[in-house]
Nanobody, 121 residues
Framework: QVQLVESGGGLVQAGGSLRLSCAGS????????MGWYRQAPGKQRELVAF???????LYADSVKGRFTISRDNTKNTVYLQMYSLKAEDTAVYYC???????????????WGQGTQVTVSS
């Protein structure tokens, strides 16, 4: 059974930083593309960042230059370092495993429970 457990969310002032962590189990982590998604109230879930097995990274335009995704396969953990946070970054952030690209956008087969990030302006 795949389990993805996020941590590190919270309340931060605009301009601040947070680091999210996601520990995975039940998967061959080193062979799995991982991603971070977010969903704000009233909006669709969107891909924030993706990291492939080989370390290739991809970011949403809205977070480029501010967020960094990384992975530590020895710890089965993927991270999302967020800098220069804005009020519009407020959302529930989800860790995802086995991410894939469809004609309609990005999806994933396995999801964490989500962690709330709130940025006050």
């Amino acid at each position: 059974q795949v389990q993805l457990v996020e941590s590190g969310g919270g309340l931060v002032q605009a301009g601040g930083s947070l680091r999210l962590s996601c520990a995975g189990s039940g998967i061959i982590f080193s062979s799995t593309g991982m991603g971070w998604y977010r969903q704000a109230p009233g909006k669709q879930r969107e891909l924030v960042a993706f990291i492939s097995v080989g370390g290739f990274t991809l970011y949403a335009d809205s977070v480029k230059g501010r967020f960094t995704i990384s992975r530590d396969n020895t710890k089965n953990t993927v991270y999302l370092q967020m800098y220069s946070l804005k009020a519009e970054d407020t959302a529930v952030y989800y860790c995802a495993a086995n991410c894939y690209l469809m004609p309609t956008g990005w999806g994933a087969t396995d999801w964490g429970q989500g962690t709330q990030v709130t940025v006050s302006s």
